[in-house]
């Protein structure tokens, strides 16, 4: 069905004037982890119309720099390294669209982008993560639940937002990612006030 509603000049349209790149990127990334193959027909012209543009949004780049790691090899590591740029000059305490006020769900693409970016060996600072860890935690409410922004209520595609940042931070840290031993406990402790709040909602 994804490959039947690809656009002749390989896009998968939504918003272009906007998003352009982001659901395309979303689309082969699914089709790419559902195993269809890298030379296909369809991926080769989905690829082929990313490189027509660098994304202006942080959901698209998100998308599309999850969509690049998905391919094998670390031929492309070119592009996605200038989509890690984007991001990173998108960068304020969390990420936005990029005008605007930070959000939890931009936060999240961003975050999944440069998770991405990580696996293919590009460099992503650890003041970044560190920064991303510090924003999940602000929007996190007293009984474990995360909101959009603050001080919106909690729900929980959000609260899967925040645990997926907070998650995705610390792996990317590891042990020793200079972040203090008080956080790392904090933001631990955040995931699992998360995950219990999953359990009681």
């Not at 352009?20 to 080769?44: D, E, W």
């Not at 012209?45 to 949004?57: N, S």
């Not at 060996?121 to 995360?146: C, H, M, S």
């Amino acid at each position: 069905w994804l490959i039947s509603a690809q656009l002749r000049d390989g896009s998968w349209p939504f918003e272009q004037h906007r998003y352009r790149n982001g659901q395309t990127g979303l689309v082969l990334y699914a089709l790419l982890k559902s195993g269809v193959s890298p030379s296909h027909p369809a991926i080769q012209r989905g690829f082929a119309f990313l490189e027509g543009e660098l994304p202006k949004m942080t959901y698209s780049a998100g998308c599309e720099l999850l969509a690049w790691a998905s391919l094998p090899g670390d031929e492309h590591t070119n592009r996605m390294e200038a989509i890690v740029g984007l991001l990173d000059d998108w960068e304020r305490r969390g990420f936005a669209y990029p005008d605007g006020a930070e959000d939890l769900s931009n936060t999240q693409y961003a975050a999944l982008g440069f998770f991405a970016a990580a696996s293919k060996g590009i460099k992503v600072p650890n003041k970044t993560w560190q920064r991303l860890i510090l924003y999940a935690l602000n929007l996190q409410d007293d009984e474990g639940g995360f909101g959009y922004r603050s001080p919106q209520g909690v729900n929980g595609s959000m609260s899967s937002a925040g645990l997926t940042v907070l998650s995705v931070c610390l792996y990317q840290l590891g042990e020793k990612g200079n972040l203090a031993g008080a956080k790392r406990r904090e933001a631990l402790r955040a995931i699992d006030e998360g995950i219990e709040w999953f359990a009681k909602n």
